[in-house]
């Protein structure tokens, strides 16, 4: 069966992403409301009947928004590390917290969803945890890397699996500097437990592009310090430098922040 995605939402107003068949699929991150969660997903024909699992990167706000919705009111199993779990215990943005629904994971040990094995790997972030998600599906292995600080060897090996690689341009570095944020914002956006700039996610992948790697989506863009034109460009200047052409050799698009995107068919 085809291998289908959507982000219903990607920045630091929320993150949530669907990925799924026509018979199942799981959510990775649910930091936008239950009710735009469950509108967003009807529209797309997808009921929540179809919803096996959530899958949590980390425990900041606009990642976890709902999974107590999720996991008390529906029973969908929230998959997490122990310090992630511990950190949506402890998050005051939630009044209601998780139960039975709560779901451990480790590191580097796949966890099974009907048809899709799941690894997480670690990312540098500063949460009580973060990690990214490999899912492997028949001949189709998706990987979600947001809220990256740095690429490190682990994420790279990782990537380089990727068919299909959802992957943070956070900030231009540029607009950072010279926007409004302080001093410690900035440093913490740029250090190496913030996020990704579109310059290191551009250089990355056009340095280690192969051919597997069929579509590439541009996640979590800053709405202060980015803009989906100037992401686009630099990726595909980068990867045009190496002589690889974004729309023939690799599909190349920027996801919204707070609206969904189409459905993509794998």
Not at 1 to 8: H, N, R, V, Y
Not at 22 to 31: K, N, S, T, Y
Request: proline share 2%; charged share 25%.
């Amino acid at each position: 069966m085809d291998l289908k995605f959507l982000s219903l939402s990607s920045g630091s107003n929320g993150n949530c992403y669907f990925l799924g068949t026509e018979e199942f699929g799981v959510l990775f991150d649910a930091g936008i409301s239950m009710r735009s969660i469950k509108k967003n997903l009807k529209e797309n024909g997808i009921g929540m009947e179809k919803i096996m699992a959530v899958f949590i990167t980390h425990d900041h706000a606009d990642h976890i928004r709902a999974v107590a919705g999720l996991g008390e009111k529906y029973g969908i199993p929230v998959y997490a590390t122990k310090p992630v779990h511990d950190g949506i215990e402890n998050s005051r943005f939630l009044s209601e917290k998780l139960g039975d629904s709560r779901r451990i994971i480790e590191k580097e040990i796949a966890v099974y969803i009907k048809e899709f094995k799941i690894t997480a790997f670690d990312v540098p972030h500063d949460s009580s945890d973060c990690v990214g998600y490999l899912v492997d599906y028949k001949h189709h292995k998706w990987v979600l890397a947001t809220d990256v600080g740095e690429i490190t060897t682990k994420i790279g090996e990782y990537i380089r699996l990727a068919n299909h690689l959802v992957i943070e341009a956070n900030y231009d570095r540029e607009m950072l500097m010279k926007g409004n944020y302080p001093d410690f914002l900035k440093e913490r956006i740029s250090a190496g437990r913030g996020h990704l700039s579109n310059i290191e996610t551009a250089g990355f992948l056009a340095a280690n592009f192969d051919l597997h790697l069929k579509n590439i989506w541009l996640c979590h863009l800053s709405q202060e310090n980015n803009h989906p034109d100037l992401a686009l460009k630099t990726v595909e200047v980068a990867m045009g430098k190496y002589g690889i052409r974004t729309g023939k050799d690799v599909n190349l698009t920027v996801l919204k922040r707070i609206v969904p995107s189409e459905m993509f068919i794998l």
